[in-house]
């Protein structure tokens, strides 16, 4: 199986904050990294695909990098709505999809 | 635009069987792979499984031997069964559509499965 290791679990941070998730594979994945944002109740939501690519409809203060087994998340100016819980995922279905364990972004 | 919906029992006694179908609307899954992923309270993602539009699987190792996938093309329906249920199952249970290499594009709202007798 591929593991998946997100950092931090949670941080806070203030409305206009930089804030960068990291997520490392246990093996090379390439580019097969996604990202999902979920708030309290609702299902996840794509965000980020082929590690960088933003999925439609999503704001642009959202990227992605990094291939093989590094990647990021980075949100430029956070905003108010931005406050949730973030997932990577290991998208390549051929191999079993797995999940990164979360990280948490809270308010400062 | 996609939509799914779970539909299924809330309420399962231990060591019985939990049965839930995702119903696709607005779109064929064709394409697709139809995957189920669960969320036990307060805690992470876990994928459970995928089936394909032909019928193919994958399964979680974890899960494996306790899962059933299945798949009525002609309905637009997948459904899952994961047999012999603990408490450690108890969760929301979300069904969704995942592009090959991609992502998890549609997801139903989710249910809550909570297994007690």
């Known amino acids: 199986d591929i593991q998946m290791t997100q950092s931090p679990s949670s941080v806070s941070a203030s409305v206009g904050d930089r804030v960068t998730i990291t997520c490392r594979a246990s093996q090379g994945i390439s580019s097969w990294l996604a990202w999902y944002q979920q708030k309290p109740g609702k299902a996840p939501k794509l965000l980020i695909y082929a590690a960088s690519s933003l999925q439609s409809g999503v704001p642009s203060r959202f990227s992605g990098s990094g291939s093989g087994t590094d990647f990021t998340l980075t949100i430029s100016s956070l905003q108010p709505e931005d406050f949730a819980t973030y997932y990577c995922q290991q998208a390549n279905s051929f191999l079993g999809i797995t999940f990164g364990g979360g990280t948490k972004v809270e308010i400062k | 635009q996609v939509q799914l919906q779970e539909s299924g029992p809330g309420l399962v006694k231990p060591s019985e069987t939990l049965s839930l179908t995702c119903t696709v609307s607005g779109g064929s899954i064709s394409g697709y792979y139809c995957n189920w992923i669960r969320q036990p309270p307060g805690k992470g993602l876990e994928w459970i499984g995928y089936?394909?539009?032909?019928?193919?699987?994958n399964y979680n190792p974890s899960l494996k031997s306790r899962i059933t996938m299945s798949i009525d093309t002609s309905k637009n329906q997948f459904s899952l069964k994961l047999n012999s249920v603990t408490a450690a199952d108890t969760a929301v249970y979300y069904c969704?559509?995942?592009?090959?290499?991609?992502?998890?594009?549609?997801w139903g709202q989710g249910t809550l499965v909570t297994v007690s007798s």
């Open positions: 969704a559509t995942h592009i090959a290499v991609v992502g998890t594009e549609n």
């Open positions: 089936i394909s539009y032909s019928g193919s699987t």
